[in-house]
């Protein structure tokens, strides 16, 4: 693999590649081109024209923290072509519409969210010419407790504890 860095190519130190919109993306970890890389390559030495139908980019968002009883919203959008529709998998498995899963428009819902929900999601668009796919990891955070929810817990507990400590004491006395 090649690793590239910001100054490859620099005569005089400063930087030579510098990604837009952010700067501080990391660069040179592909290993292959991705079409809209060769797409864009293709369109800036005009060496054939793109096809109306090709899909130019896919972007997977996750659109809030993922924690466990709630729902969160991955949105799928994508430039160019006609596209004709979107096709989800999680760990590589296609998604389907379920009790917990809603998909719609480009955007797949769960609700509520379970640890097992964790995982790869992607979101594939496809024209008649070609697809591409885009990918995020889903991590699912246990909910906290308010302090109010841990308060609740320990009283819980002290009620067991003196149940189990009246039962004790019943056991012994019976015994006598």
């Known amino acids: 693999m090649f690793l590239c860095f910001r100054d490859t190519f620099s005569k005089n130190g400063?930087?030579?590649?510098?990604?837009?919109?952010?700067s501080s993306a990391p660069i040179g970890t592909a290993r292959r081109m991705s079409r809209n890389d060769?797409?864009?390559?293709?369109?800036?030495?005009?060496?054939?024209?793109?096809?109306?139908?090709?899909?130019?980019?896919?972007?997977?968002?996750?659109?809030?923290?993922?924690?466990?009883?709630e729902s969160v919203i991955l949105q799928c959008s994508g430039a160019g072509?006609?596209?004709?529709?979107?096709?989800?998998?999680?760990?590589?498995?296609?998604?389907?519409?379920?009790?917990?899963?809603?998909?719609?428009?480009?955007?797949?819902?769960?609700?509520?969210?379970?640890?097992?929900?964790?995982?790869?999601?992607?979101?594939t668009l496809a024209t008649e010419a070609t697809a591409e796919t885009a990918t995020a990891t889903l991590t699912v955070y246990y909910k906290c407790?308010?302090?109010?929810?841990?308060i609740g817990?320990?009283?819980?507990?002290?009620?067991?504890?003196g149940a189990l400590c009246i039962s004790i004491w019943l056991l012994v006395t019976q015994r006598r």
């Open 14 to 22: 400063q930087p030579t590649l510098v990604p837009k919109p952010d």
């Open 38 to 69: 060769i797409t864009r390559i293709n369109r800036l030495y005009k060496c054939n024209e793109t096809d109306e139908t090709d899909v130019l980019s896919v972007r997977l968002a996750i659109q809030s923290t993922a924690i466990e009883g």
């Open 145 to 150: 407790l308010t302090l109010g929810g841990l």
């Open 153 to 161: 817990i320990v009283i819980a507990c002290f009620i067991v504890l």
């Open 81 to 123: 072509g006609n596209q004709n529709g979107v096709t989800w998998r999680k760990d590589g498995l296609v998604l389907t519409q379920g009790p917990r899963i809603t998909v719609a428009e480009g955007l797949l819902e769960i609700s509520p969210l379970e640890q097992g929900d964790e995982g790869d999601y992607s979101c």
